[in-house]
């Protein structure tokens, strides 16, 4: 079983300011897929970025990067010069290499609010 | 291209009723998924197509929940005799393929169940 743990249940960044987001995640599989998500108050679930579990470089997707650090389970979502529009929920999420591989585990996310 | 879409988008019913939700994923995918996202229980995982394949419905809360996918696109989940605590937002993803961690879930807008 995969367990996602996002212990900041809201944070603040200023407009323009670099934020990061924590995630730390448990699982017994030998491979296994991170993700994460944006979900504005509009409801959709959008995809920002993933990274893998052998990937030997940090993922990156225009501002969105990722900081993995396997040895100690975290794959912290870092922000880059914040924009208004990043105000929104955010949902670390894992998928394993298991029996029920395909299914999606997510923590309990974090709100984001950017102020200008 | 077109994302995934859920129809309605808002569904208000009375306890008791039966309500069904649709979804229609992208083109081409072949894995479809459901889930349930509620104030109390986070994101939660309800059922899982793919292909032909017979899907996993280990998510489902109930016997009152069910859920099919004709043609192996456009997937329906029923709720018989609703009850308060299915009132949720219920989102709809599909991926490529459904099987290898790299692959992502890409979600619809959800539909927002209320049940008075």
């Known amino acids: 079983a995969q367990k996602i743990t996002q212990t900041q249940p809201g944070m603040f960044v200023q407009e323009k300011e670099a934020v990061t987001l924590d995630c730390t995640y448990d699982t017994s599989d030998p491979s296994y897929g991170l993700f994460w998500y944006k979900q504005p108050s509009s409801g959709e679930m959008i995809f920002l970025i993933y990274?893998?579990?052998?990937?030997?470089q940090n993922a990156t997707e225009g501002r969105y990067s990722l900081n993995f650090q396997k040895a100690r389970k975290s794959a912290n979502l870092v922000i880059s010069a914040s924009q208004l529009g990043d105000s929104a929920m955010y949902f670390c999420?894992?998928?394993?290499?298991?029996?029920?591989?395909?299914?999606?585990?997510f923590g309990k996310g974090t709100l984001l609010t950017v102020n200008p | 291209g077109a994302g995934v879409s859920q129809s309605p988008s808002n569904k208000v019913t009375e306890k008791g009723k039966d309500v069904e939700l649709r979804c229609d994923p992208i083109?081409?995918?072949?894995?479809l998924y459901w889930y349930r996202q509620s104030l109390g229980q986070g994101l939660e995982f309800l059922i899982y197509?793919?292909?032909?394949?017979?899907?996993?419905k280990s998510g489902l809360p109930s016997d009152r929940f069910s859920a099919e996918r004709t043609g192996g696109s456009v997937s329906t989940l029923t709720i018989q005799r609703t009850q308060q605590e299915d009132s949720a937002v219920y989102l709809c993803a599909s991926s490529l393929r459904g099987l290898a961690v790299t692959d992502t879930q890409y979600f619809g807008p959800g539909t927002r169940l209320t049940v008075l």
């Open positions: 990274q893998g579990s052998y990937d030997q």
């Open positions: 083109s081409g995918h072949t894995a």
């Open positions: 999420a894992m998928r394993g290499s298991g029996g029920s591989n395909y299914k999606l585990t």
């Open positions: 197509f793919q292909g032909n394949s017979a899907p996993d």
